[in-house]
């Protein structure tokens, strides 16, 4: 039996919809099914997925970023192999391990110099839980403040530091003491921190929600508050870390030091869940202070062989393969493009970003019959344009992509950081067809936004 995962792939191959709708998320198959998005893929390597009629797809998406070698890198697979066959003592507990020494110091190596011990668990999530308890422990303060629109997770605690109210609804009382403030709004900010009350201030260094870049006086002037208030400057790199943003942490491109970054995603090299908390000494120190409390936050599963490996093998290919220079010089070249087409549609108003993490706009336009569908469209469901890209990006070209969040016309691209030219002129040459079939009015795209207002309506009125 020792191929049972491949006979049963065989034997159970296409039964996906069918099994998630019977036993998981029914309401993730409606969603594929509505939005044309049910394929089976069968295999993937690289940027590219391919279903079971051997289609290409270009993925934009990279399983929320976590992608960043591509799918199955070989030199993941052969560090997961080698870990597999040695037979190693895993996950002994009363002992410490090698590779999570070999992959601290490695991490640590990268980060500013002020960081200098790591924590490990499972994921991004469970990484902003350990920056909260932890600066709360450090700092003897209760109150976090984080970001409108800001993103740090699901669980309990990084769900109270949720900007979005559609992520938080209906879970009854998250944690007290946590505040929001504007993004990029460093007067807002000094009120929240002034009265030398907050444990800890996280904010992502360019919000994954929207992609929303700061002011070049933002986090250098975080940094300066923070340290003025005693308040602990928390980075959330689980998105934007690992070179997603052109460097290998995205606060390089201001210059500043945090005292504890969140890492995750692109770590895993695309197979074993790992998160990660880089911090200062005196974070450490304090949390960890004696010996009975050696213990006092961790989990099972962290620091494992195979993440661990998986960590190490991902930050042996990032340097081999260049890919933090690829993601800055192949993300530049995507926006010179994009923005070229900005230039030429009435439709798309803005790109940004930075390295490979990058949103382009749409907003409301000049012509009169434009402008009389858009407005049909927006006062159905705001924000719902975006699909208008995004599906028959997937459906004629097969690009798989994501819109930016909820309410917003904003299409994002977080590709693989190993996208070459020759898949930066796929985006384009695509888009380029996709907006210019948005101009049409009427025209399939328009029929395409009829229909998917239709089920907004229906969902609107609290149809199941
Ligand atoms: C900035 C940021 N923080 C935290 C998380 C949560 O990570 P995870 O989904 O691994 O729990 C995410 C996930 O998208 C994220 O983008």
């Given amino acids: 039996m020792s191929n049972f995962i491949a006979q049963l792939l065989e034997d159970h191959a296409g039964q996906n919809f069918e099994l ?53 890198h070989p030199t993941v697979i052969a560090a997961l192999k080698d870990v597999i066959t040695s037979e190693l003592p895993d996950m002994v507990q009363m002992d410490v391990s090698l590779l999570s020494g070999l992959l601290a110091e490695q991490l640590l190596q990268r980060c500013p110099d002020n960081l200098t011990k790591m924590f490990f668990c499972n994921s991004g999530t469970e990484a902003v839980e350990a920056a909260m308890k932890f600066s709360r422990y450090t700092t003897k303060r209760n109150k976090i403040v984080f970001c409108d629109h800001g993103y740090h997770g699901l669980t309990m605690g990084a769900l109270s530091l949720n900007g979005e109210n559609v992520f938080r609804e209906g879970f009854g009382s998250l944690l007290p003491d946590c505040i929001s403030v504007p993004f990029n709004d460093l007067s807002e900010l000094e009120k929240a921190l002034e009265n030398r009350d907050v444990a800890a201030f996280i904010v992502e260094p360019i919000q994954g ?137 009435e439709l798309f108003k803005s790109v940004r970003g930075k390295g490979l993490m990058i949103a382009i706009e749409f907003g409301s336009p000049k012509s009169l019959s434009l402008k009389a569908a858009w407005g049909m469209l927006e006062a159905a469901n705001k924000g719902l344009f975006s699909q208008m890209i995004t599906i028959p990006l997937f459906k004629n070209h097969r690009i798989l992509s994501q819109v930016a969040g909820h309410g917003m016309n904003v299409v994002k691209f977080l590709p693989p950081l190993i996208i070459n030219e020759k898949d930066c002129d796929w985006i384009l040459t695509a888009l380029d067809e996709v907006i210019a079939d948005c101009h049409k009015v009427p025209g399939s795209i328009w029929d395409l936004g009829r229909t998917l207002t239709g089920h907004a309506l229906k969902s609107k009125a609290g149809a199941s």
């Fill in 20 to 72: 998630h709708e019977h036993h998981l998320n029914t309401q993730m198959v409606r969603v594929l099914k509505t939005i044309g998005y049910d394929r089976v893929y069968t295999k993937a390597k690289g940027p590219y997925l391919y279903d079971d009629q051997n289609n290409e797809y270009l993925d934009l998406l990279s399983g929320f970023g976590v992608y960043a070698l591509g799918r199955n």
């Fill in 209 to 345: 929600k929207g992609v929303n870049l700061p002011s070049d006086d933002y986090l250098p002037g975080v940094a300066a508050l923070c340290k003025k208030y005693g308040t602990l400057f928390v980075a959330d790199e689980v998105q934007t870390g690992i070179g997603r943003t052109g460097k290998f942490w995205a606060i390089e491109h201001w210059n500043v030091e945090p005292d504890m970054i969140c890492m995750a995603k692109a770590l895993s090299g695309g197979f074993i869940p790992v998160g990660g908390v880089a911090m200062t000494s005196q974070v450490m120190d304090a949390v960890f202070n004696r010996m009975d409390r050696a213990v006092v936050h961790g989990s099972t599963f962290s620091k494992n062989n195979m993440a661990m490996a998986a960590g190490l093998a991902a930050l042996k290919v990032i340097d081999e393969e260049r890919l933090v220079e690829n993601a800055a010089k192949i993300g530049k070249d995507l926006m010179f493009g994009l923005q070229r087409q900005v230039d030429k549609y």
